[in-house]
């Protein structure tokens, strides 16, 4: 995967921070779907999230379950969210629901071909900071708490989840139709780091 946007990461210009918000929440989504198609995901009742991965590989199976339950609830009501606002700021455009449907969405965000207004490119921006919901920060800690929840303390599992990681950013890559943003090269660098960890704590 190309990393040579990293400097869109913070110019504010506003195609560019749209576009990058967009990236992340596309593979962010497709993360997601791969790992949670996997083993171990009885229905239990919601947990509160944990950010110590060292808790997290501790916790009893039902409630690691109930944690990637809970971490793909906010996924879907923020991805929700996000889309929304966009699918409005199209609508504003003329450009209608079935025109950004599907990997078409994605495809369009990707060619800059649009305008945003004040409003939502402030909320792209805070999406994308250091702290904001898809910023590499919370982003990479995220997906790894996903594999995490579902491998516990099996190393062995962890690099199974570890190659559904990959999988999902190849598969956001043909959803954008070429290199994602800048800021899905340093997400991508910052989950692997964690999963180093990860493994380095289960020698």
């Not at 660098?189 to 180093?196: R, V």
């Given at each position: 995967m190309?990393?040579?946007q990293d400097?869109?990461m913070r110019?504010?210009s506003?195609?560019?921070?749209?576009?990058?918000?967009t990236?992340?929440?596309?593979?962010?989504?497709?993360?997601a779907?791969?790992?949670?198609?996997?083993?171990?995901q009885?229905?239990?009742?919601?947990?509160e999230?944990?950010?110590?991965?060292?808790?997290?590989?501790?916790?009893?199976?039902?409630?690691r379950a109930?944690?990637?339950?809970?971490?793909?609830d906010?996924?879907?009501?923020?991805?929700s969210?996000?889309?929304?606002?966009?699918v409005?700021?199209?609508q504003?455009?003329?450009?209608n629901?079935?025109?950004?449907?599907?990997?078409?969405?994605?495809k369009?965000?990707?060619?800059?071909?649009?305008?945003?207004?004040?409003?939502?490119?402030?909320?792209?921006?805070?999406?994308i900071?250091?702290d904001?919901?898809?910023g590499?920060?919370?982003?990479?800690?995220?997906?790894?708490d996903?594999?995490?929840?579902l491998?516990g303390?099996?190393?062995?599992?962890?690099?199974?989840?570890?190659?559904?990681?990959e999988k999902?950013?190849?598969?956001?890559?043909d959803?954008?139709g070429?290199?994602?943003?800048?800021?899905c090269?340093?997400t991508h660098?910052?989950?692997?780091?964690?999963?180093?960890e990860?493994?380095e704590?289960?020698?």
């Open positions: 190309r990393v040579d400097s869109t110019v504010y506003q195609p560019v921070q749209t576009k990058s918000a990236a992340v929440s596309a593979a962010d989504k497709q993360i779907d791969v790992a949670a198609s996997a083993e171990r009885p229905d239990v009742d919601r947990v999230l944990s950010k110590d991965a060292k808790s997290v590989s501790k916790m009893s199976d039902s409630e109930s944690l990637v339950k809970n971490l793909k906010d996924l879907n009501n923020q991805m969210r996000f889309t929304n606002m966009m409005q700021n199209f504003k455009q003329g450009i629901f079935s025109m950004a449907n599907g990997d078409d969405f994605w369009m965000m990707a060619s800059g071909n649009y305008t945003v207004d004040a409003k939502t490119k402030a909320e792209a921006q805070q999406a900071s250091e904001g919901f898809w590499v920060k919370q982003t990479s800690q995220r997906i790894f996903f594999a995490s929840a491998a303390d099996d190393p062995e599992l962890m690099k199974k989840y570890q190659t559904a990681v999902g950013f190849s598969q956001a890559e959803a954008w070429g290199s994602l943003p800048g800021i090269g340093d660098e910052a989950i692997n780091k964690l999963f180093d990860y493994y704590q289960h020698k």
